[in-house]
């Protein structure tokens, strides 16, 4: 299933070009199972052979997320966290989920935001959360768009990089795949790594609360 979706991204970033990038990055940024790492790099790979430009995709996707993202924090704004719990396993979101992902904004706010743009599988919920607890449009629209513009470029880099010397693998979907697990792992790594030096400055920065009498 992963070796046709991979097949169809190449295809459709071809012929939709910038649109077609958008379009599957903001359906990415929501709960549609379409990882980024299957959309940008092939578009990178036709940047590298002229048909788009390494600028082009980066805006495009950085764009496509911000749209997605916004439509993921309105709906929760609007439709409230009562229907989330209670249709939310059909897509598997629970309950235990949820709360622990509000609790995570409300506690880390622009910087997690941030952060959860830059991690598989967080950035397609975090818009959630951020409804669910009112979380400031303005900060979380402009953490989205610099968390996702720091994706894209490196998921830009990534393809021109590598599909770009290695043009034989677009003719090894499973081989693609492998490189593009292996080398996805390697950056939610180094994301990880920041994420925890990050909640270690907040901790170590957040007023101590005084005792109780």
Do not use: N
């Amino acid at each position: 299933m992963l070796h046709d979706l991979v097949k169809w991204c190449f295809e459709k970033s071809l012929e939709g070009g910038y649109l077609g990038v958008a379009g599957l990055m903001a359906m990415e940024s929501t709960i549609v199972p379409i990882p980024s790492e299957v959309i940008i790099p092939p578009a990178a790979y036709w940047a590298s052979q002229g048909k788009l430009t390494y600028f082009g995709v980066i805006a495009a996707g950085t764009i496509g997320s911000v749209v997605g993202a916004a439509v993921m924090y309105w709906l929760s704004l609007y439709v409230g966290r009562p229907l989330l719990v209670k249709y939310g396993k059909y897509v598997l979101i629970k309950p235990a989920k949820i709360e622990a992902a509000e609790h995570f904004v409300a506690r880390y706010q622009t910087g997690g935001i941030f952060f959860a743009r830059l991690l598989p599988v967080v950035r397609h919920l975090i818009g959630i959360p951020a409804g669910l607890v009112r979380m400031p449009v303005g900060p979380y629209l402009l953490m989205t768009f610099l968390g996702s513009a720091v994706w894209c470029s490196v998921l830009t880099w990534f393809g021109a990089s590598v599909l770009g010397d290695h043009p034989e693998l677009l003719k090894d979907p499973d081989g693609l795949l492998k490189v593009l697990k292996g080398e996805s792992l390697k950056i939610a790594a180094a994301v990880v790594v920041l994420a925890v030096a990050y909640v270690a400055m907040v901790k170590m920065t957040r007023p101590q609360e005084a005792p109780k009498a």
